[in-house]
């Protein structure tokens, strides 16, 4: 029925069959040549055609086809000789199993009961492309009509099947990505071809036309997504051509924002840009195909043939939506042709892929069994000497490791702090006890009896991690104040940070109870605190901060000292440690303190870490567990 028809396009979508009927309406309608195709517009569409039977025509019965199934509204309007008019109704908006008649693409019956002319009205509108192909066809060539294309359906839908379980098995067999990447493929090539076929929503969603209304632009950008992932897969474009992979990958991201926009209701907006998307793709597979055949591989000239068909039908569909090709049977069926011929011909370089691969596996197996009796000699002459110097290494490894705890069982390099905080109240109440009022005398006394049970504390606590290290170390769990311990430790550095003029920054959360060993708690917070005196530079400033979090307790301290270069963060935490920077006042370090922290953190429940960036000073935290 090509150019049978007149047309007239109602830019404000407002007009209904009644004001068509008035004969002022006629003269809005001009012939249509061809068949519409007028790509994506928010217009309504109205085509005229005038029908006479005759009277061999009046005993039939006859059908109105109309194709595509991609249209959302679509309106027939009957107006007989007499007045009356009969209205019939289809489109993808509508449940399919509301419809007149039940077939995959809009099917209209039309009523001939005598020779007198008979005006037909079709309203299209649609957020799709507006195109459309109509044939009246009497009931017994319908029949046949649609029996050869159930045929070709038929056969299409049996070859993507078919693929599918063959590439499946294969998948299952060898567990090659670039064969998921086809299964992919394959399945999206079935769905979109019965979404354009209509029977998605003939079959599998008759009564849910909203899913089936998006489902062909939703598929759309997914085949070339699909497409573009086992073509850079099978080729290995990764590897031989990581632009092309690059852009590729680019591809993929646009596909997908390009089926998330349709779900949201954006289909009109992107679908010119994955059309351009789509068209700038084929520009480039092609000549990739090509090139990675002419570089030896020659797989690649099955998978260029095979794009190259895709290509055509996709380019047929993609000129028609455009509203460059007019609507015809190539355009209708191009892609289900291209897809159904890359399927047969992409299994085909799949064969020949794996047949290449087990050549390859044979040829590595050869050479593996060469080198393996080669070597077996060698091996077996060096095991003797091997076993010798091994038994060697565990002696010596056996011996470094008790001297380690040895030392760590006597290495009590945080000693110094309390016992030079023993030393300057000493000192200070030997040469001002006279003139030194009697509740300060008490007090110094009290800060050197702290700092003695300290210092025992500490050294218990030295002999604790070498027992953690054995597995003997029993922790007693218990409640605890962070902020006060922070306080109470704190406070034992007085002298030594006006000694340095640092100044400290408290922010403590208050009633952060934390489940922890006490004397552990301790060592923790005075190793840390011990650590950003040591290596703070004068007249700079330390934080102390006490905070919490859902599940932790979380102790932080930081310094503006030279920080930590990348080397040292990587075994800050190892026993033995010198970092590189060093105390900035001459102070000693063992390099034991920071593994102590790490390993009560730990035997607490609890762990510890470190930001560091050179020249910009240290932030250690630690996270306890909350007490329930």
């Known amino acids: 029925m090509r150019s049978a028809f007149q047309v007239f396009e109602d ?57 595509p199934v ?19 109704r289809a489109g993808d908006r509508l449940p399919f199993s509301s419809l007149e008649l039940k077939h995959h693409y809009p099917l209209f019956q039309l009523q001939l009961p005598d020779t007198r002319i008979q005006h037909l009205y079709l309203r299209l509108q649609s957020s799709s492309a507006v195109f459309l192909r109509a044939s009246l066809w009497e009931s017994h060539a ?10 070709f359906m038929g056969i299409y839908y049996g070859v993507l099947l078919a693929m599918i379980v063959y590439n499946l098995l294969l998948a299952i067999s060898y567990r090659d990505v670039a064969l998921r990447y086809y299964l992919f493929l394959s399945c999206m090539s079935l769905l979109a071809g019965m979404s354009l076929n209509g ?34 897969s099978f080729l290995r474009l990764h590897e031989k051509m990581p632009r092309i992979n ?55 000239y099955i998978v260029l043939l095979a794009s190259a068909t895709w290509i055509t039908g996709l380019s047929l ?23 159904a011929i890359e399927a047969i011909l992409l299994a085909l370089a799949q064969a020949y892929h794996i047949s290449l691969m087990k050549k390859e596996h044979a040829q590595t197996q050869a050479k593996l069994l060469e080198i393996s009796q080669r070597t077996e000699q060698e091996l077996d002459a060096k095991v003797r000497q091997r076993t010798a110097e091994l038994d060697e290494a565990v002696a010596s490894l056996q011996k470094l490791d008790k001297d380690k705890n040895d030392f760590l069982g006597i290495a009590a390099h945080d ?16 040469k001002l006890q006279q003139n030194m009022p009697e509740d300060q005398r008490q007090h110094y006394l009290e800060r050197i009896s702290n700092s ?89 400033r330390i934080w102390l901060n006490v905070s919490s979090t859902a599940e932790f307790g979380v102790f932080q301290v930081r310094d503006e000292g030279p920080g930590l270069s990348a080397a040292d963060q990587q075994h800050l935490f190892e026993k033995f440690t010198k970092l590189s920077s060093l105390p900035t006042a001459g102070e000693h370090s063992s390099g034991l303190g920071l593994s102590i922290v790490k390993k009560l953190s730990e035997a607490c429940g609890g762990k510890v870490d470190c930001e560091s960036v050179a020249g910009h000073g240290c932030n250690f935290l630690v996270e306890l567990p909350l007490a329930a």
């Open 199 to 232: 029977h998605v929503a003939m079959y599998i969603l008759p009564d849910w036309p909203e899913l089936a209304d998006i489902l062909p632009g939703f598929l759309s950008p997914l085949v070339v997504m699909s497409s573009t992932m086992f073509i850079a």
């Open 11 to 67: 830019k404000s979508a407002s007009m209904e069959i009644a004001d068509l009927l008035k004969p002022s309406s006629n003269a809005e309608f001009r012939p249509l040549r061809g068949n519409l195709n007028v790509s994506f517009s928010k217009s309504v569409f109205w085509l005229k055609l005038d029908v006479q039977g005759s009277q061999a025509a009046l005993a039939r019965q006859w059908l109105m086809e109309l194709s």
């Open 142 to 151: 319908f029949v046949e009509h649609s029996s050869q294309v159930a045929m």
């Open 317 to 339: 569909v993609a000129l028609r939506n455009m509203g460059l090709l007019e609507p015809n049977w190539a355009t209708e069926y191009g892609f289900q042709l291209g897809s």
């Open 415 to 430: 000693l110094k702090n309390p016992l030079t905080s023993i030393i300057g109240m000493s000192d200070l109440l030997r």
């Open 452 to 540: 003695g049970q300290r210092m025992m504390r500490i050294i218990s606590n030295l002999l604790d991690v070498n027992a953690l290290d054995s597995g003997h170390l029993h922790l007693k769990l218990q409640s605890l104040d962070l902020s006060s311990i922070l306080q109470d430790v704190a406070q034992q550095y007085t002298e030594m940070l006006k000694a340095k003029d640092l100044q400290v920054i408290l922010d403590i959360q208050e009633g952060v109870m934390v489940r922890a060993d006490f004397d552990a708690c301790v060592q923790i917070i005075d190793n840390l605190l011990s650590n950003a005196v040591k290596y703070s530079p004068l007249g700079k």
């Open 246 to 300: 690059s852009l590729f990958v680019f591809t993929q991201i646009i596909c997908v924002a390009v089926s998330l926009a349709v779900l949201a209701g954006y289909y009109q907006l992107v679908a010119p840009l994955m059309q351009i998307t789509g068209f700038a793709l084929m520009l480039v597979i092609l000549p990739v195909c090509l090139l990675v055949g002419l570089r030896g591989y020659r797989p690649g």
């Open 70 to 88: 991609i249209l959302d509204d679509i309106r027939l309007y009957q107006v007989h000789p007499d007045g009356s008019m009969t209205a019939h």
